[in-house]
């Protein structure tokens, strides 16, 4: 342990961290304070939930790299808003609760602790002052208040819902919190068995936003997949919805079809199995096979259902539909391939021109009729042919191409009364309520059968103390139990749902601009100061939020938009997903895989300098990476490095500054070296290249080593470029160079344009021999940070991966030539 601590990092790390906090060094200036006149500049990274297990390396590279990217900001002369809060509300600390008898609250704030002191033990620049937490009162109130301005409008409402619910766990789960088996659906936490049932519940009216959540993608800087991940989710579709007579009974059933000009090829009817029609025209000789099939499709999640692999399965309900444009009748079917959730839950079978369908039909032998041919073809193919062509038997429509025949049918059917154009969205309503004690109350009091808000002064509603925290058995929420808290003296009973944990994160970005303010969620002034014409500038978290939390934080901000608490359409402007950390054994951490990697043992070993620079020197940020302990090593040298270049250590072990530092001028090709380093970590750092800037800077640090006598012209723009990936360490060093103040608002050195003007060759780079790219690069390149240079580019580093470079042959201006061991 002592031959890796190569300096003195336990007691500088402390040292400075001791400082940052006593100074309030990295507080944020609201509009009206000294600071507030810099341009501002707004980085977040997604909240985490306080658990019990504390933070692991994996959780910190996010962190690490927004970090870096404050401390370039603040230099850069922008007034940095860097906050950190807590998402604590939710059902891993009720389970807990249930297991122990410890309140939540309690096993809350301890775990908030002891991630603060993780999170202060890696030397990271938030304000503090701003520190937010969903469980407070103080917090939660402008959770109420929004709802209450959501209901108000409309947008939150009470429905009957299918919904799953977990016997075990004793509470309804949203679809996220669902995960397939081979015995059925469980729940995430628990892996329990999950059913569905009708039940009561809140619902956000979240597709009344769905074309402005579609649409306004287009106004962020978002990573493409991500987009087309919420693009999916919402699922537009342009079509139109068709009525169908059943026959025998007065009932019609609408469906929902993107290909209305392939009515006439439509030779049966599929409903979901919850579809409300099922039960009323199933014939009562297929009644037991229908509830049958009914009862083993509820064991499924609509993911599982949703999967194209899935084998096709259906029950035939014994009654007919007439096909309103060919005037057959065909039969109705259900099917778990069709969801209640999408559409009308009903379609109109084509499998001539769907290749589901087509799997349905060759499986229970069902009509096949083509009605659409290839634009080349004189006639349909056969089997399936799921794309446009021309339509053919088709009556009206024959002739025509399909954008045409998709028109022209419509027209039919709106002049028939028979079906209209429509537009619709696989996005449903927010089902918002939980069956849980650990979260926020609604704001809703009951009173005769209606839903009526607690006035806003009287808020926030406060959860009551509990003592048993077993939730109510048959899915009725714990609050249920607490009669002397839902019972009011006028007769009113308050609603005993509880909100679901995402709640409190739809909006913590915006508590962080004034999170002191009892009187508004937010002050109009501090809004439009810190969210001005972006939002968001930078907002870094998992891509396993791609969906769900950034589309119900966009839908909030849009409804506080409209409501003018906002000022931008859009809350994150920029967004970046890190990528995973492997554990040490090529699998994603996991507490029940054992490879959880602890940060605490590293910092101690290694200290907090050297795990910020490893975490960011494992590769590009948003790609998956593995961890390896052992590699710490070289980061922790090259800090010593670092170190050495200032400071020396006496014959007591003492270290002390070294006495050779000059401010002479340094020759021309170590001038030219800095310079271009300091436009390389530039250019790096404003698009997130942390590993590239790290190499840019161990290129430099290896010329200056072996220099024999230490120059402050070339030290301090290093030990300024290096503080925002190292801070204690440039901290101390900048102290030792005689500055008094802290280097957090120092200056970013600027290249010298002069020394940026160098004269460039052409540079061949060849493996084995074989010339696989070139690079314009300068002349006077050493080999070092030619090579350096080299391996950055995509087709070097593809032919590099995973092989031994032996030796490196280096031309100067010329050529470097990797000779790597043969397969």
Same mark, same amino acid.
């Given at each position: 342990?002592?031959?890796?601590?190569?300096?003195?990092?336990?007691?500088?790390?402390?040292?400075?961290?001791?400082?940052?906090?006593?100074?309030?060094?990295?507080?944020?200036?609201?509009?009206?304070?000294?600071?507030?006149?810099?341009?501002?500049?707004?980085?977040?990274?997604?909240?985490?939930?306080?658990?019990?297990?504390?933070?692991?390396?994996?959780?910190? *590279?996010?962190?690490?790299?927004?970090?870096?990217?404050?401390?370039?900001?603040?230099?850069?002369?922008?007034?940095?808003?860097?906050?950190?809060?807590?998402?604590?509300?939710?059902?891993?600390?009720?389970?807990?609760?249930?297991?122990?008898?410890?309140?939540?609250?309690?096993?809350?704030?301890?775990?908030?602790?002891?991630?603060?002191?993780?999170?202060?033990?890696?030397?990271?620049?938030?304000?503090?002052?701003?520190?937010?937490?969903?469980?407070?009162?103080?917090?939660?109130?402008?959770?109420?208040?929004?709802?209450?301005?959501?209901?108000?409008?409309?947008?939150?409402?009470?429905?009957?819902?299918?919904?799953?619910?977990?016997?075990?766990?004793?509470?309804?789960?949203?679809?996220?919190?669902?995960?397939?088996?081979?015995?059925?659906?469980?729940?995430?936490?628990?892996?329990?068995?999950?059913?569905?049932?009708?039940?009561?519940?809140?619902?956000?009216?979240?597709?009344?936003?769905?074309?402005?959540?579609?649409?306004?993608?287009?106004?962020?800087?978002?990573?493409?997949?991500?987009?087309?991940?919420?693009?999916?989710?919402?699922?537009?579709?342009?079509?139109?919805?068709?009525?169908?007579?059943?026959?025998?009974?007065?009932?019609?059933?609408?469906?929902?079809?993107?290909?209305?000009?392939?009515?006439?090829?439509?030779?049966?009817?599929?409903?979901?199995?919850?579809?409300?029609?099922?039960?009323?025209?199933?014939?009562?000789?297929?009644?037991?096979?229908?509830?049958?099939?009914?009862?083993?499709?509820?064991?499924?999640?609509?993911?599982?259902?949703?999967?194209?692999?899935?084998?096709?399965?259906?029950?035939?309900?014994?009654?007919?539909?007439?096909?309103?444009?060919?005037?057959?009748?065909?039969?109705?079917?259900?099917?778990?391939?069709?969801?209640?959730?999408?559409?009308?839950?009903?379609?109109?079978?084509?499998?001539?021109?769907?290749?589901?369908?087509?799997?349905?039909?060759?499986?229970?032998?069902?009509?096949?009729?083509?009605?659409?041919?290839?634009?080349?073809?004189?006639?349909?193919?056969?089997?399936?042919?799921?794309?446009?062509?021309?339509?053919?038997?088709?009556?009206?429509?024959?002739?025509?191409?399909?954008?045409?025949?998709?028109?022209?049918?419509?027209?039919?059917?709106?002049?028939?009364?028979?079906?209209?154009?429509?537009?619709?969205?696989?996005?449903?309503?927010?089902?918002?309520?939980?069956?849980?004690?650990?979260?926020?109350?609604?704001?809703?009091?009951?009173?005769?059968?209606?839903?009526?808000?607690?006035?806003?002064?009287?808020?926030?509603?406060?959860?009551?103390?509990?003592?048993?925290?077993?939730?109510?058995?048959?899915?009725?929420?714990?609050?249920?139990? *607490?009669?002397?808290?839902?019972?009011?003296?006028?007769?009113?009973?308050? *609603?005993?749902?509880?909100?679901?944990?995402?709640?409190?994160?739809?909006?913590?970005?915006?508590?962080?601009?004034?999170?002191?303010?009892?009187?508004?969620?937010?002050?109009?002034?501090?809004?439009?100061?810190?969210?001005?014409?972006?939002?968001?500038?930078?907002?870094?978290?998992?891509?396993?939020?791609?969906?769900?939390?950034?589309?119900?934080?966009?839908?909030?901000?849009?409804?506080?938009?409209?409501?003018?608490?906002?000022?931008?359409?859009?809350?994150?402007?920029?967004?970046?997903?890190?990528?995973?950390?492997?554990?040490?054994?090529?699998?994603?951490?996991?507490?029940?895989?054992?490879?959880?990697?602890?940060?605490?043992?590293?910092?101690?070993?290694?200290?907090?300098?050297?795990?910020?620079?490893? *975490?960011?020197?494992?590769?590009?940020?948003?790609?998956?990476?593995?961890?390896?302990?052992?590699?710490?090593?070289?980061?922790?040298?090259?800090?010593?490095?670092?170190?050495?270049?200032?400071?020396?250590?006496?014959?007591?072990?003492?270290?002390?500054?070294?006495?050779?530092?000059?401010?002479?001028?340094?020759?021309?090709?170590?001038?030219?070296?800095?310079?271009?380093?300091?436009?390389?970590?530039?250019?790096?750092?404003?698009?997130?290249?942390?590993?590239?800037?790290?190499?840019?800077?161990?290129?430099?640090?290896?010329?200056?080593?072996?220099?024999?006598?230490?120059?402050?012209?070339?030290?301090?723009?290093?030990?300024?470029?290096?503080?925002?990936?190292?801070?204690?360490?440039?901290?101390?060093?900048?102290?030792?160079?005689?500055?008094?103040?802290?280097?957090?608002?120092?200056?970013?050195?600027?290249?010298?344009?002069?020394?940026?003007?160098?004269?460039?060759?052409?540079?061949?780079?060849?493996?084995?021999?074989?010339?696989?790219?070139?690079?314009?690069?300068?002349?006077?390149?050493?080999?070092?940070?030619?090579?350096?240079?080299?391996?950055?580019?995509?087709?070097?580093?593809?032919?590099?991966?995973?092989?031994?470079?032996?030796?490196?042959?280096?031309?100067?201006?010329?050529?470097?030539?990797?000779?790597?061991?043969?397969?």
């Amino acid at each position: 342990m002592e031959a890796r601590r190569a300096y003195p990092f336990d007691r500088i790390e402390a040292k400075w961290q001791r400082v940052w906090q006593e100074r309030a060094v990295f507080r944020a200036a609201n509009p009206g304070e000294p600071g507030a006149e810099k341009p501002k500049y707004y980085v977040l990274d997604m909240f985490p939930y306080p658990s019990g297990r504390g933070l692991h390396v994996g959780h910190l *590279e996010g962190y690490t790299a927004s970090d870096i990217v404050a401390r370039y900001k603040r230099m850069r002369g922008f007034n940095v808003l860097h906050p950190m809060g807590w998402d604590a509300f939710g059902l891993p600390a009720e389970q807990h609760a249930v297991a122990t008898g410890i309140h939540p609250r309690i096993t809350t704030e301890r775990n908030i602790a002891h991630f603060r002191e993780q999170i202060t033990a890696m030397g990271f620049s938030y304000d503090w002052s701003r520190e937010i937490n969903t469980t407070d009162p103080r917090y939660y109130r402008w959770t109420q208040w929004i709802f209450l301005q959501l209901f108000r409008r409309g947008l939150a409402y009470v429905a009957e819902a299918p919904v799953w619910y977990c016997p075990a766990l004793q509470t309804v789960l949203a679809n996220e919190e669902i995960l397939p088996s081979p015995d059925g659906p469980v729940s995430e936490r628990g892996h329990h068995p999950v059913e569905r049932r009708p039940l009561q519940q809140w619902m956000l009216r979240i597709t009344a936003y769905a074309e402005r959540l579609l649409a306004d993608l287009d106004l962020v800087d978002w990573p493409d997949s991500i987009k087309e991940m919420q693009r999916n989710w919402i699922g537009r579709s342009e079509g139109a919805v068709i009525r169908f007579s059943i026959e025998g009974i007065e009932s019609s059933l609408e469906v929902f079809t993107t290909r209305p000009d392939t009515l006439f090829g439509a030779t049966y009817v599929v409903l979901a199995p919850e579809h409300p029609l099922v039960a009323k025209i199933t014939r009562p000789e297929c009644r037991e096979a229908v509830e049958a099939y009914q009862r083993e499709v509820a064991k499924k999640s609509d993911l599982e259902r949703a999967e194209l692999t899935e084998e096709k399965t259906g029950v035939f309900l014994g009654a007919f539909a007439i096909n309103p444009a060919s005037r057959e009748r065909i039969p109705v079917w259900i099917a778990d391939y069709v969801l209640l959730s999408y559409g009308t839950g009903a379609i109109m079978a084509v499998p001539a021109h769907d290749e589901r369908d087509f799997e349905f039909a060759s499986l229970f032998g069902l009509p096949v009729h083509p009605v659409v041919r290839p634009k080349d073809s004189a006639a349909p193919p056969a089997g399936c042919f799921p794309g446009e062509g021309i339509a053919c038997c088709s009556q009206f429509l024959d002739g025509l191409r399909t954008l045409e025949a998709k028109s022209a049918m419509i027209s039919w059917l709106e002049e028939k009364g028979l079906g209209k154009r429509t537009i619709q969205y696989r996005l449903r309503d927010w089902l918002f309520s939980r069956q849980r004690y650990w979260g926020e109350p609604f704001p809703i009091v009951w009173r005769n059968g209606e839903a009526q808000p607690v006035p806003e002064t009287e808020l926030p509603v406060l959860l009551p103390e509990r003592r048993d925290f077993s939730p109510e058995r048959g899915g009725f929420a714990p609050l249920s139990q *607490e009669k002397g808290w839902e019972e009011l003296p006028d007769g009113g009973r308050r *609603e005993t749902n509880t909100m679901p944990q995402w709640a409190g994160s739809c909006w913590y970005y915006l508590r962080y601009l004034d999170p002191g303010n009892d009187g508004e969620l937010v002050s109009r002034e501090t809004e439009r100061y810190w969210m001005g014409a972006k939002g968001v500038d930078l907002y870094i978290g998992g891509a396993e939020h791609a969906v769900l939390h950034l589309l119900y934080a966009r839908f909030w901000h849009k409804f506080l938009y409209d409501i003018g608490v906002t000022s931008t359409p859009e809350p994150f402007h920029r967004l970046v997903n890190q990528g995973i950390i492997l554990g040490e054994d090529g699998r994603k951490m996991s507490k029940s895989l054992g490879n959880i990697v602890n940060p605490e043992s590293l910092l101690r070993e290694y200290g907090a300098d050297s795990v910020r620079l490893f *975490e960011m020197f494992l590769g590009p940020l948003e790609q998956m990476k593995p961890w390896s302990s052992q590699g710490l090593e070289g980061p922790h040298r090259f800090l010593a490095r670092v170190w050495r270049l200032v400071m020396e250590e006496d014959a007591e072990g003492r270290w002390m500054p070294r006495p050779d530092i000059s401010n002479e001028e340094v020759p021309m090709e170590t001038r030219r070296l800095l310079h271009r380093t300091i436009r390389k970590v530039a250019e790096d750092l404003e698009c997130l290249s942390f590993h590239t800037a790290i190499a840019q800077m161990m290129i430099l640090v290896n010329a200056l080593t072996r220099r024999p006598i230490p120059s402050r012209i070339v030290l301090e723009p290093l030990i300024l470029l290096l503080s925002p990936f190292a801070p204690h360490l440039c901290e101390e060093l900048w102290s030792v160079l005689g500055h008094a103040e802290s280097l957090a608002y120092a200056p970013w050195p600027e290249a010298d344009p002069l020394l940026l003007i160098e004269e460039e060759a052409e540079w061949v780079i060849q493996i084995n021999g074989k010339v696989r790219s070139r690079m314009r690069a300068a002349l006077d390149l050493g080999q070092e940070e030619a090579e350096s240079l080299a391996r950055q580019r995509s087709e070097i580093e593809s032919w590099l991966n995973g092989k031994s470079v032996q030796k490196v042959i280096f031309v100067p201006g010329k050529l470097l030539n990797f000779v790597v061991a043969r397969e």
